[in-house]
């Protein structure tokens, strides 16, 4: 019981330093871009530092509160939470189906080491080629593309995006997770005669979880990051990166609308890592208190 209360404290002391650093974090952001402001105005600086181009933070917060069209109710606000809400969802959805792949290649590479040699380097070479030049490439070969009844649309080819993106750290850190099994673990689930299927369930996936979580949060961002510029490279409609595109024709007579939405992406790939570090505790609930200092 003791150890448990024990344990239970240092997640919190890690969470509440967590969020402390994170607050700090938040803290000298602003204070950045107030003093880049400032420094923009005594000297040139190679970009532009006016109000039209980094408006004041308390400018855009007034922003935020706006309404959205003229003699709207609806505040640019709600607008961005709505789209942010849809943006979230459909990289949810990237998300586990990249974390699948990605699994399911991790597994594939370390049972057979000729596979690893094979696919790797294809697995890496996959994340070189430019999302902005292949998202309209996907959506033209998606618009063709007919199951039964189902029709695949902008919003699946969208996810597919999310997921291509999402696949590789998975897939990378999975591998290198399922690997951290010493010679000594794998030799005594040998002489207890278990089978690949059992080590890797009872010896592999939890000797990667510290090389899982770091991956799985990567991933999460990475997700978020194909959804929004494939909805700015596709003009997908609902989401954060559709309201990037519209609020940024109107840089001038609102330029604090686009950076609201901005933030609204930011929000969402730091609450996609969020969950996967509450999905951190408590794969790691029953790690011992040294594990967690």
Do not use: C
């Not at 706006?66 to 109710?73: A, L, T």
């Not at 459909?90 to 792949?101: D, E, K, M, Q």
């Not at 005669?193 to 961002?221: E, G, M, Q």
């Amino acid at each position: 019981m003791a150890g448990a209360t024990s344990t239970t404290g240092a997640r919190l002391r890690r969470g509440a330093i967590s969020l402390g650093w994170a607050v700090a974090g938040v803290l000298v952001a602003i204070l950045l871009w107030e003093a880049v402001k400032v420094l923009g105005s005594i000297i040139t600086l190679p970009f532009e530092t006016s109000d039209q181009a980094m408006p004041h933070v308390w400018t855009i917060a007034a922003g935020a509160l706006q309404p959205e069209v003229r003699g709207s109710d609806t505040p640019v606000w709600q607008t961005v939470l709505i789209a942010a809400i849809y943006t979230l969802v459909i990289a949810f959805g990237g998300f586990l189906i990249g974390v699948s792949v990605g699994l399911l290649l991790a597994i594939v590479m370390q049972r057979f080491a000729f596979l690893e040699r094979g696919l790797l380097p294809f697995v890496i070479a996959s994340q070189t080629v430019p999302l902005i030049a292949l998202a309209p490439l996907i959506v033209g070969i998606g618009n063709r593309i007919t199951i039964g009844p189902l029709e695949w649309g902008q919003t699946q080819s969208i996810m597919f995006i999310a997921a291509y993106l999402a696949f590789f750290p998975l897939s990378v850190g999975a591998l290198r997770g399922l690997q951290a099994a010493t010679p000594t673990q794998i030799e005594l689930m040998r002489s207890y005669a278990a089978t690949p299927r059992a080590t890797l369930w009872k010896l592999r996936f939890p000797a990667s979880i510290p090389y899982l979580v770091p991956a799985l949060k990567v991933s999460a961002a990475a997700a978020v990051v194909g959804t929004v510029v494939a909805q700015i490279s596709t003009g997908g409609r609902g989401g954060i990166g559709r309201l990037i595109i519209e609020y940024s024709r109107e840089t001038t007579s609102q330029p604090a609308k686009v950076y609201v939405a901005v933030i609204g992406a930011i929000i969402v790939g730091l609450l996609a890592a969020g969950l996967v570090a509450l999905l951190d505790l408590y794969l790691t609930r029953n790690l011992p208190k040294e594990r967690l200092t």
